[in-house]
């Protein structure tokens, strides 16, 4: 199917201009390649080109075990041709007018939507999310390229006259060669977080997709070329930790946007910063929902299923922790019910409401996290384990799964699980609530159920948690606001996308200026029209 994609056309622009705590990695190297199975390409120079490497990665549809293709592991000078290209041709695009890379962001969202289907597709089988959940990784991420299409207005300077004849004026300039490292959790969203904003700002950029779901960002990369990126601006390349390591290595890369587990990222950010790069690593995350008795009690219910069990749980924003307050851990029985009707199947069935995970590794994973939190004396309520879909029963299924009575020094409250599991504690009053969220290490998101104005005042000013959700479980903001995760769930000090992303993929430059006016030169005016060409 991507390599359909790739080979046709579609919808073409005609321009006058020349301008796809959790471990590294579980898939491994193949040790010998069966031959009829695609392989995915480099990008690199405006170019798909086939790998050199002796060494790929199977990349499986989660919900049947098929090989659909192998991933490069790109070789060592692959990359540096990759890093050469950027660099090329980062000299000249920083050069092109904000205008001239405006209207290739417009083009590039023109196209994207064109496209929405056959990338959410995409998703669906070397992601596992259902055919809905896709389409809405998609827009999400389309999203940002919109916020993209505005850098007229975000790229703005400043300006003082501080001195008779005397002004002094900031603008930001472009980094140069920037890269981006993706979970395989959101293989257009995250991407789309990353590229779009980096080469509107005047960059270029080196992608590396997660090797699990690489798909979707080659799309992308087909159709930024389309828009009218020129070759060497956006390149893609493949592969785990040696891929990983050499951009935190090169030197000729500036600054790396990093999104997946605890351990890369702070892999990444540490390695990263010691060669002098600049660093934005969203990490791991353990979100509370906070349930309070005067909530709307059925809104709040399906908002919470919604949130935990959707996307399978592979979600760094799911709600994978309720906090029942006072009476309303009496609710749970209902919130079961909730889940015991969601459907579990293939994404492109449109009655699925929760598909595989991405590996059988992760299952596993899970389903012992499961038990542990048994173990541990919690009550397995609903248990997701040993789900079986009829026709795809090789698939990497989890069920919903409940958990409730848990305690905080519970391994499966520890851990980020990262599947549709919900576990619940028990709280008497907002304040232990709150005290409870504070002390938990990450600060991704939170949400607090209530019809009460004043709780949800005193909520939002005393959680030390960077999104907040008030009766909205996902409170991921839109742009041109930014993804603010707080505390253990980010390393840097710069967010993504919004106007802190944008400054992230730039750098300022102050000019004081003297131009005396008695050294002036009088000439006769131009009556022509400015183009600014």
């Not at 944008?502 to 430059?509: A, E, G, M, S």
Request: charged share 20%.
């Amino acid at each position: 199917m991507l390599s359909s994609f790739l080979r046709a056309s579609s919808t073409s622009i005609q321009r006058t201009t020349p301008f796809a705590r959790r471990a590294f990695s579980t898939q491994f190297p193949a040790l010998q390649r069966i031959s009829g199975v695609e392989t995915v390409k480099n990008y690199i120079n405006g170019k798909f080109v086939e790998s050199k490497t002796e060494k790929w990665i199977e990349l499986r549809n989660p919900a049947t075990q098929e090989l659909i293709s192998y991933v490069p592991e790109t070789t060592p000078e692959e990359l540096r041709e990759a890093t050469a290209s950027a660099k090329e041709a980062a000299r000249e695009w920083k050069k092109t007018t904000v205008l001239a890379r405006q209207k290739v962001m417009i083009d590039l969202q023109y196209l994207i939507r064109q496209n929405h289907d056959a990338i959410a597709e995409n998703i669906v089988y070397e992601q596992g999310k259902t055919f809905a959940d896709a389409k809405g990784d998609v827009f999400r991420g389309l999203q940002v390229v919109e916020q993209a299409c505005a850098l007229t207005n975000m790229l703005m300077g400043e300006k003082l006259t501080v001195a008779k004849d005397m002004e002094t004026y900031m603008y930001r300039e472009p980094l140069g060669v920037v890269a981006g490292i993706c979970p395989f959790n959101f293989p257009a969203m995250i991407p789309l977080w990353m590229f779009p904003l980096a080469i509107a700002a005047g960059n270029s950029i080196i992608m590396k997709p997660s090797e699990r779901d690489p798909g979707a960002m080659m799309m992308l990369a087909k159709l930024a070329a389309e828009a009218g990126v020129p070759d060497g601006v956006l390149n893609v390349v493949h592969g785990a930790v040696d891929c990983v390591n050499y951009i935190c290595d090169e030197p000729e890369i500036k600054a790396i946007s990093f999104v997946g587990s605890d351990r890369a990222g702070e892999h990444i950010y540490t390695r990263g910063n010691a060669n002098g790069k600049r660093v934005q690593a969203n990490l791991g995350a353990k979100n509370h929902a906070v349930l309070l008795p005067d909530a709307n009690k059925q809104s709040a219910l399906n908002a919470i299923a919604g949130a935990a069990f959707g996307a399978a749980g592979q979600r760094c924003m799911a709600l994978s922790t309720l906090v029942c307050v006072g009476e309303t851990k009496e609710w749970l029985p209902e919130l079961a019910q909730r889940a015991r009707e969601l459907k579990v199947g293939f994404g492109m069935d449109p009655e699925t409401d929760v598909g595989p995970v991405i590996t059988v590794q992760s299952k596993e994973r899970i389903e012992r996290l499961i038990q542990s939190g048994q173990d541990e004396g919690a009550n397995l309520v609903l248990d997701g384990r040993g789900v079986v879909v009829k026709g795809y029963e090789k698939g990497n299924f989890v069920g919903p799964t409940l958990i409730t009575d848990v305690k905080t020094d519970m391994e499966c409250y520890r851990e980020e699980i990262f599947g549709p599991v919900l576990v619940t504690l028990n709280v008497d009053t907002l304040d232990d609530a709150i005290e409870l969220i504070n002390k938990n290490p990450y600060g991704n998101g939170t949400a607090v159920f209530t019809n009460s104005g004043p709780s949800a005042r005193k909520f939002e000013h005393e959680i030390d948690v960077g999104q907040v959700g008030i009766n909205v479980p996902i409170p991921v903001p839109v742009p041109p606001f930014s993804f603010t995760g707080s505390r253990g769930s980010i390393l840097g000090d710069m967010n993504f996308y919004g106007k802190s992303g944008l400054q992230f993929y730039t750098k300022p430059k102050t000019v004081t200026a003297l131009w005396k006016e008695s050294d002036s030169e009088h000439t006769k005016a131009s009556v022509s029209m400015p183009t600014h060409s």
